[in-house]
């Protein structure tokens, strides 16, 4: 059975040096001798691609001998007609046109050597091997089977002959930037360690990251700059950097259509099929990425609904005939299971989410005000008028999550009867985080519908909405409100304390789902007729609970239970509009206490300051009627 990395092993981790300047870069944790690495970059010069900005147009992306560059370009473009016509001449000719190798044009050295610069020298400053070892086992254990963007063994192969000192098979400056970026992205997932010593140790690499790529927007790319890139962004989701985030991303799809991994065609001219299958899992892993990043900032996808489907990843193998837990699968047929599986339902439930923004998350959000760019409303009153929403399309979207849960296979079921040994371990941490992906999808599509229910109601009995439309919305917010719960009691049951992940996801995307689900529960009390008060006291417990054992790993925890601190205090003063002190106002006027008020249910003690020089309160919303703050994370998570 597979076994996670031993976690007692986390804690005696020590932050790796800073680099040393190029003039020294002698160093005993380097990948070699400085004649073994001049002796590679002698055999592998890296040289600049082929489409150069001095040799192709802009414009009609033809060069300047005639031929087409061997990025892509499509049918559109006067490169691609004029590639047709000579395509014709030479048939009529009977002359042959060599076909271009999709290999070379896809796994060749993108970047320059630029010389003079800050990473010029090949000074490659690793950890100890028994660091780098540990470190490569947590990213194969917790990293891999859920984003599978490297060919594990073709990249084993080159992390020994990097340390053995020998020739590798790839780009050595982008293969050193990535597992730099490997290193930097464990290092955040080793609970154990102090913010401080996780952040540092993480920096220090990822700096190293940065030096050795020398990434410039004129280059063209290659396979292996895009995973970098998609390494990179999973990094900087861990950070409190989401500008680096989101452009990297965009940079990372706009490289992926550059060199037409869109395009089925360019992974079917592969010769190999590993290596068809990790181009067309490379697409899908900018697909993934660029949706996730959409939702999480709220902004729209690049990749369209067409281009999402138009490179189809390889079936999952059938196990109908196999032990569910997967015990009689051969070593093959486990690996793509592990890989295909998760990655395939993955983006299947991400596309219903894209829809979902689509639908109810647009700029022309039912529930914003037209007249203020915030979306709150001028007046003081609490609407009466019910926005205008797609219960259709709600409906519609909601029976796609209810049809996707049920195709999901048996070994990515959670299966709470069964011991946990029954199940291979990668596969249970599988189900948990489809499980809470699938969570979260249900409360981002029936959030707009929760929104809706409270901002319209009426202080008059006489005023309620008695039709069938109020009535699906009223039954829209209980499951939304229901799903949140179910979340964030998920979240707690599988949680560790020893500083290791479990079977969670990793600990910034718990408190993004621990917070989204919290925000749902504040919504909830503005309607205490219709939710129980009891009920969502317990959950908004069990989440300030989540978020307090979670501040030992970063400010972003903190930053959350202050908002949900400050947002709950808006609305019980909402809810009674005559009441002007709390019981300890006076010691923190800032942050009102509301935990002792008799008449408060939620009874978990708020001791999160606000003072908090990283939190900027001014950047979120409080406005209690308007409900922007349903979509907003405080501060950079």
């Not at 409303?377 to 259709?392: F, K, V």
């Not at 998920?490 to 290791?500: A, E, L, P, T």
């Not at 790993?553 to 019980?572: E, M, N």
């Not at 909402?574 to 010691?587: A, G, I, L």
Request: overall charge negative; hydrophobic content about 40%.
């Amino acid at each position: 059975m597979h076994t996670p990395p031993d976690a007692s092993f986390a804690q005696p981790l020590m932050a790796p040096t800073p680099r040393p300047p190029p003039a020294t870069a002698a160093s005993t944790t380097s990948s070699g001798p400085d004649l073994a690495r001049r002796s590679r970059l002698e055999k592998h010069p890296v040289t600049p691609s082929g489409a150069s900005p001095s040799v192709v147009d802009s414009m009609t992306t033809v060069r300047e001998d005639g031929m087409v560059t061997s990025e892509y370009f499509g049918s559109s473009s006067a490169g691609s007609f004029t590639n047709q016509i000579k395509d014709a001449i030479d048939a009529r000719l009977g002359s042959r046109t060599e076909a271009k190798s999709v290999k070379n044009s896809l796994f060749r050295p993108a970047l320059p050597l630029n010389e003079g610069g800050p990473g010029s020298q090949a000074d490659y400053v690793l950890p100890a091997r028994k660091q780098a070892d540990h470190l490569m086992d947590l990213y194969w254990y917790y990293v891999d089977p859920l984003y599978p963007f490297l060919d594990q063994q073709r990249f084993e192969h080159s992390y020994r002959a990097l340390f053995a000192g020998t020739a590798i098979d790839a780009d050595e400056r982008i293969f050193v930037s990535i597992l730099n970026l490997i290193f930097a992205l464990s290092t955040q997932l080793i609970e154990s360690m102090t913010p401080e010593q996780r952040d540092s140790s993480s920096q220090v690499y990822f700096k190293r990251a940065q030096d050795l790529l020398q990434f410039s927007l004129w280059d063209t790319g290659s396979i292996e700059l895009i995973q970098c890139l998609l390494i990179m962004s999973q990094y900087l989701q861990s950070t409190n950097n989401p500008h680096q985030t989101w452009m990297v991303v965009g940079s990372v799809v706009r490289i992926a259509q550059g060199l037409g991994l869109h395009l089925p065609e360019t992974s079917l001219e592969l010769s190999s099929e590993s290596e068809r299958n990790l181009v067309k899992r490379i697409w899908h892993g900018c697909l993934l990425m660029d949706r996730m990043i959409a939702i999480t900032h709220g902004r729209p996808a690049m990749i369209s609904d067409q281009l999402a489907s138009s490179v189809v990843l390889p079936s999952i193998p059938d196990t109908s005939d196999t032990a569910e837990n997967g015990s009689q699968l051969d070593a093959v047929s486990l690996h793509r299971l592990r890989y295909q599986g998760f990655f395939h339902k993955s983006l299947e439930l991400y596309e219903v989410i894209h829809h979902a923004v689509l639908a109810f998350y647009s700029s022309a959000s039912p529930f914003k005000s037209p007249t203020h760019p915030s979306g709150a409303a001028h007046n003081s009153q609490r609407s009466t008028e019910r926005p205008e929403l797609d219960l259709g399309k709600a409906l519609q979207l909601d029976q796609r999550l209810t049809k996707w849960e049920k195709s999901l296979p048996s070994f990515l079921k959670i299966k709470m009867s069964e011991p946990e040994t029954n199940l291979d371990e990668v596969f249970r941490r599988q189900a948990v985080i489809l499980r809470i992906r699938l969570l979260h999808a249900r409360m981002l599509l029936l959030r707009p519908m929760l929104a809706c229910f409270c901002l319209s109601q009426s202080p008059e009995p006489s005023q309620t909405h008695d039709d069938l439309s109020s009535r699906v919305v009223q039954q829209c917010a209980m499951v939304c409100v229901e799903a949140a719960q179910s979340l964030i009691s998920f979240i707690v049951q599988f949680q560790r304390h020893d500083g290791s992940l479990g079977l969670l996801p990793a600990w910034w995307y718990r408190v993004f789902y621990i917070y989204t689900a919290a925000t749902v529960l504040v919504a909830a009390r503005l309607r205490p007729a219709v939710f129980s008060s009891p009920d969502i006291s317990r959950s908004w417990n069990q989440a300030m609970g989540l978020l307090h054992d979670h501040e030992k790993l970063g400010p972003s925890a903190r930053r959350c239970a202050a908002a949900l601190q400050i947002l709950s205090t808006k609305v019980f003063q909402e809810q009674q509009p005559h009441s002007t002190t709390f019981p300890n106002s006076e010691v923190n006027p800032a942050v009102p206490n509301i935990a002792n008020d008799q008449q408060e249910t939620f009874d978990m003690p708020f001791p999160y300051p606000t003072q908090d020089t990283a939190f900027d309160m001014d950047a979120m919303s409080f406005d209690v009627i308007d409900f922007s703050w349903l979509n907003s994370m405080p501060g950079s998570l």
